[in-house]
C-alpha cells in the first residue's frame, strides 16, 4: 500500500450503540469485497480489538497483536513526541505513515490486511495527544490505490466522532437494533456524521424479529425526525452465534441473513469508484 500525506481512496466506517453488530458487519464485508477481488485494509479501533478474531485470525494469534496506540517506540517516532506527553514537546501533526501497513498489519489474505489501532483514553478524546495524533494520521492520511478499501471497526456509542478519526471517510454505516437506546445512538451519530460531511450515509437495522420490529424503526424515525438516506434490515439470525467467533462461514449458509448482507454489500460496491 502506498501512502503520503494526504486523503485518498473510499473509505468505510460503522458507527453504532454496543452490541450491535458493528463487528460482525465489517467482518461480513471484508470477506465479500475481498472475495470480488478489493484489495482491504480492516482497522480496529476499537480497544476490545474483536475484529481479528472474528476475521479468522486464532484467539491465541490475535492476544498477541500489539495496537499501534500503545507502540510507544512508532508514536515517537512518526510523531516526534512521547505517547502520554500530552500536547507539548515536537508534536508533527502529519506524520508520514508510509510504512505502517508493512511493519504492523497482520495480513489474513493476499488481498486482507488487519490493523489493530487501539484506542485513547476517554479522558484524551479530542486532545492533540501524539496517541491520538498517530491514529489520525494514519485514518487519514495512508493513500489507496484504485481497488483498495479501508474497513473501519470503531467503539460502541458516538464519542469516537469527538476524536476526528472519521473525517474524510466516504460512507458511514451506522448500525442499530430495533430498540429505543440503539436508534437513539444511531440517530446521534448520524447527526454526527453530517456535521464531519461524510457523504454517503446508511442505516443498518440489525437483529431484525419480524414486521413488528420494521414498524417500530419506522415510527421512531417518524416521530423523532431521524432522517436517514437508506436504511438496510437484517434479520435477526441464531445461525451467528452457532458459528462465534468467525463469521464467515455464515455467508455460505444461504437464507434471509445472508441475502440481506449481499444486498447491502451491492448496495455498498455501486458506491466505490
Ligand atoms: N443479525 C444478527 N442476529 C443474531 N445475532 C447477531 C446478529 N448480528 C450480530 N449478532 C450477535 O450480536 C453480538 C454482538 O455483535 P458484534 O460483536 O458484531 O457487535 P458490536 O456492535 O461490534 O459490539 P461492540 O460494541 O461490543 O463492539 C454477537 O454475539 C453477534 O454474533
Ligand atoms: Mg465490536
Not at 472519521?166 to 454526527?192: I, N
Amino acid at each position: 500500500m502506498k501512502n503520503k500525506a494526504d486523503e485518498s481512496g473510499f473509505r468505510i466506517a460503522v458507527a453504532g450503540k454496543g452490541g450491535v453488530g458493528k463487528t460482525t458487519l465489517i467482518a461480513l464485508l471484508a470477506e465479500l469485497l475481498t472475495s470480488s477481488g478489493y484489495q482491504v485494509l480492516a482497522a480496529d479501533e476499537d480497544p476490545q480489538m474483536n475484529l481479528a478474531v472474528s476475521l479468522g485470525v486464532p484467539i491465541e494469534e490475535a492476544e498477541k497483536i500489539i495496537p499501534l496506540s500503545h507502540n510507544k517506540g512508532y508514536i515517537q517516532e512518526k510523531t516526534g513526541a512521547k505517547p502520554g506527553s500530552g500536547r507539548g514537546g515536537l508534536l508533527r501533526l502529519n506524520p508520514n505513515v508510509d510504512d505502517v501497513v508493512e511493519r504492523f498489519g497482520f495480513r489474513l489474505k493476499p488481498n486482507l490486511s488487519l490493523l489493530a489501532m487501539g484506542s485513547v483514553d476517554q479522558a484524551a478524546a479530542g486532545c492533540l495527544c501524539p496517541e491520538n495524533n498517530l491514529l489520525k494520521a494514519v485514518m487519514r492520511f495512508i493513500v489507496l490505490k484504485p481497488g483498495e478499501l479501508i474497513l473501519v471497526d470503531t467503539p460502541a456509542g458516538p464519542e469516537h466522532f469527538g476524536r476526528g478519526v472519521l473525517k474524510g471517510f466516504s460512507l458511514l454505516l451506522v448500525v442499530t437494533e430495533p430498540t429505543l437506546t440503539a436508534l437513539q445512538v444511531a440517530q446521534k451519530s448520524m447527526v454526527l456524521a453530517r456535521q464531519l460531511s461524510i457523504p454517503h450515509l446508511k442505516l443498518v437495522v440489525n437483529k431484525v424479529q419480524g414486521e413488528e420490529d420494521r414498524n417500530r424503526v419506522k415510527a421512531f424515525m417518524k416521530k423523532s425526525g431521524f432522517d436517514s438516506p437508506a436504511t438496510h434490515f437484517l434479520p435477526y439470525t441464531p445461525d451467528l452465534l452457532a458459528i462465534e467467533p468467525v463469521v464467515g462461514p455464515i455467508l455460505a449458509e444461504g437464507g434471509k441473513f445472508t441475502e440481506s448482507v449481499q444486498e447491502l454489500f451491492y448496495d455498498v460496491k455501486m458506491l466505490i469508484p
